[in-house]
């Protein structure tokens, strides 16, 4: 019987599928048995696997005939676990931290030229909730974690890459927001003395940010933690009481990510 017209919807499910059951078979599966446990025909297993293929999640194994998946789908394997057991290795020192301070608390990955918000906490006490949700893609130019990012690069890339490939993107957003080249490189050189940044009211008028680096063993910046609070708050108080707890915990989960300040 001819199968139906496939979609976009229906072939991604289909190769799904197909990696679903590639991953049962680590030397490799014969088309004949991935078309007789899919339940799909043989044209249609041979399609989805050559754009699997051509995308890097299948290779042919070495049996001739069979498939198996790549160390892409491996990758993307360890990404997700690495994910996970951040947020364990965090999570305890993230929660005191909130309910230290009161106020929303933000734990963030980086991924390339942008930040994923991956963990928080909304406030015991404060009365301020913000917008910022978990897998929010946050853009590095006008974020406290963002400048972060910006400040420790992971790879050999200047701040003028970055400001040229976003020139679309980078817009003022307030009055405070910085889109000047050589105003966010005099910022980067606060925050790398420093070692915290701010959002001071960059996104929002009334809303600011705290946030602080989370190093590796190899003094690599792959996530950040930050504190939200109203810039009432933050006069109110002053910076040094939110930055004391901050600073704290970040290097707590810095030394379990294997940190030493060396």
């Not at 194994?61 to 198996?68: H, L, P």
């Not at 420790?152 to 200047?158: E, F, G, R």
């Not at 989370?214 to 109203?230: E, H, R, T």
Request: glycine share 6%; with cysteine.
């Amino acid at each position: 019987m001819a199968e139906e017209k496939i979609t976009g919807n229906q072939s991604l499910i289909r190769g799904l599928r197909l990696l679903d059951i590639l991953s049962d078979f680590p030397n490799g599966c014969p088309l004949a048995k991935l078309t007789e446990i899919s339940g799909l025909n043989k044209s249609t297993v041979h399609r989805l696997l050559q754009g699997l293929q051509s995308e890097g999640y299948v290779k042919p194994a070495a049996t001739s005939g069979s498939y198996r998946l790549s160390i892409k789908c491996l990758s993307i394997g360890q990404k997700m676990l690495t994910s996970m057991n951040i947020i364990n290795v965090a999570s305890p020192y993230l929660e005191q931290l909130n309910l230290s301070l009161g106020e929303t608390v933000n734990f963030s990955q980086r991924e390339e030229d942008k930040a994923i918000m991956i963990y928080k906490l909304e406030p015991t006490h404060g009365m301020l909730k913000t917008r910022a949700y978990i897998g929010q893609h946050i853009q590095l130019y006008c974020s406290a974690m963002g400048k972060l990012y910006l400040a420790y690069p992971k790879k050999v890339d200047n701040l003028s890459d970055y400001w040229q490939r976003h020139q679309t993107i980078i817009q003022q957003l307030t009055k405070n927001t910085i889109t000047q080249l050589d105003e966010m490189e005099a910022e980067l050189d606060s925050v790398r003395e420093n070692q915290f940044a701010m959002d001071k009211e960059e996104n929002e008028i009334g809303v600011v940010c705290i946030a602080c680096p989370i190093f590796d063993s190899f003094n690599q910046v792959d996530y950040a933690v930050s504190v939200s609070m109203s810039t009432y708050k933050l006069k109110k108080i002053g910076i040094d009481f939110f930055l004391k707890e901050i600073r704290k915990t970040a290097l707590d989960i810095s030394k379990e990510l294997g940190y030493t300040g060396e």
